[in-house]
């Protein structure tokens, strides 16, 4: 499955949705896929308590910090 993502200004994967934060789903994956699937059931199937709090406590990131944060990843991964 694919949506397009306003963060990013592309169509991503779900899996990419799931994954992008250090192995925990993004932040506005509830508003993303509210209309195609029952996300926060998924949600609470999927990961704990604990993971869940990382993700939608305290403020979000700004774009650029998103930006810079994917870069980064990217380069480790061509290393």
Known sequence: MEIYCSQLGMLVEFSYCISMNENLPCRNIPGCWKDRMDIIKFLKDNYSVE???K???GP????????VETI????????
């Open 72 to 79: 980064e990843k990217e380069n480790k991964t061509e290393e």
């Open 51 to 53: 993971d869940l709090k």
């Open 55 to 57: 993700v939608f406590e």
């Open 60 to 67: 979000p990131k700004t774009r650029l910090q998103r930006i």
